[in-house]
């Protein structure tokens, strides 16, 4: 996976059956995650920096150069590399180079992970879809509509601007962790 991790999924795969299913198929679960972060990148591509809002999520190793903002994922914590200077070599628990931060924008990830609730079911020949699945879906496929469209802006994502510099913003609603029924 690039975006989510497989502590994520038991949040929207509560059934033990089918996480296991899920998690049994990393080729289904890798094309199906990639799906949903561009059904996501595409709604928000219009207003936001969705190479920001993206930035793939690591295996932690020594021998990797990380730069700013590089995220890894290491004995189920994620971490944010804080230093201004490109280096490998150095321990998470160095705080020089290394927080301890899930930085993902959570609104972004319930959206991936409800886009990926729905579309993994078809490849995987799942039975019994709950409805609620399906009812979810088109409410999110709904919700980013009016992202894409400037109705909703996602607090916290780092915004576009125009050629001038000035923030391309012209939304009516904001929405926050809070605010949102997404929240995790």
């Not at 059904?39 to 700013?68: C, G, H, R, W």
């Not at 931060?101 to 490849?123: E, G, T």
């Not at 609620?132 to 999110?140: A, M, N, R, V």
């Not at 391309?168 to 904001?174: A, D, K, L, Q, V």
Request: charged share 20%.
């Amino acid at each position: 996976m690039i975006f989510l991790t497989t502590q994520d999924l038991p949040r929207y795969f509560n059934e033990t059956h089918i996480l296991q299913t899920i998690l049994s198929n990393q080729k289904a679960l890798d094309e199906t995650e990639f799906l949903a972060v561009e059904m996501v990148k595409a709604a928000i591509s219009t207003n936001y920096d969705e190479v920001k809002a993206f930035i793939p999520i690591q295996s932690f190793s020594n021998a990797t150069t990380y730069q700013l903002n590089d995220r890894v994922y290491f004995n189920q914590k994620h971490y944010v590399y804080i230093n201004e200077t490109a280096s490998s070599g150095n321990a998470l628990t160095d705080g020089a180079y290394w927080e301890q931060n899930d930085n993902r924008n959570k609104i972004l990830v319930n959206h991936v992970l409800r886009i990926l609730r729905y579309h993994i079911a078809q490849p995987l020949e799942l039975q019994n879809i709950p409805p609620f699945w399906i009812d979810d879906y088109k409410y999110c496929t709904k919700e980013l509509q009016m992202i894409q469209k400037g109705d909703i802006i996602i607090y916290g994502l780092d915004k576009e601007v125009d050629e001038t510099g000035n923030s391309t913003e012209s939304s009516i609603f904001y929405i926050t962790e809070k605010e949102s029924k997404l929240s995790l």
